[in-house]
């Protein structure tokens, strides 16, 4: 199998293929970091509350 076997043959495949697959990419990298980004804040967030509940109760 060569990688010329599951290039799209036909001119709208092509075109398809080159807008839709940078878009995709650019979407699914963008969502990672946004998930990424909010989980750490979330995590900051609720780790300093639990301190701050703890730190009350101490």
Do not use: C, N
């Not at 990688?3 to 990419?25: C, E, H, V, W």
């Not at 970091?33 to 995590?43: A, G, K, L, Q, S």
């Amino acid at each position: 199998m060569q990688l010329r076997d599951y290039l799209p043959k036909t001119l709208f495949g092509r075109m398809l293929s080159i807008i839709l697959i940078p878009m995709i990419l650019v979407q699914v990298i963008t969502v990672f970091i946004f998930y990424e980004r909010h989980w750490d804040t979330v995590t900051r967030h609720m780790a300093e509350q639990l301190a701050a509940d703890i730190s009350l109760l101490a």
